[in-house]
């Protein structure tokens, strides 16, 4: 083998186990399950704040493309089967 070939393989072994890994450190592991659950609700809560702000995008991109005809006839559907499913709901 080259030494080159040597060298560029001890520099990579070297760097591999220099490297420090992101779960090691106490600094991103809860030490309590108090601060573990916490931080499972922030992730959480951003998740869900994503999610509602997809489906609001998804919304307005969809209302946007409907014509004013449609969107009354939508409205008006959506209004009527309300009704039919509080009338349906009573028996």
């Known amino acids: 083998m080259k030494f080159r070939t040597i060298f ?3 520099l990579l072994l070297f760097a591999l186990t220099t490297a420090n890994c992101g779960s090691v ?4 592991n ?8 916490k ?3 922030k992730n959480n809560k951003k998740a869900n704040r994503k999610g509602r702000k997809a489906r609001k995008e998804s919304d307005k991109r969809y209302w946007r493309a409907q014509s004013k005809e449609s969107k009354k006839s ?3 559907n ?6 039919i499913a509080r009338h349906k709901k009573r028996r």
């Open 74 to 76: 939508i409205k008006k």
């Open 8 to 10: 560029h393989v001890l």
């Open 25 to 28: 450190g106490p600094k991103n």
């Open 39 to 41: 931080k499972l609700a």
């Open 78 to 83: 959506k209004k009527r089967n309300k009704r």
């Open 30 to 37: 809860p030490t309590s399950v108090a601060e573990a659950e």
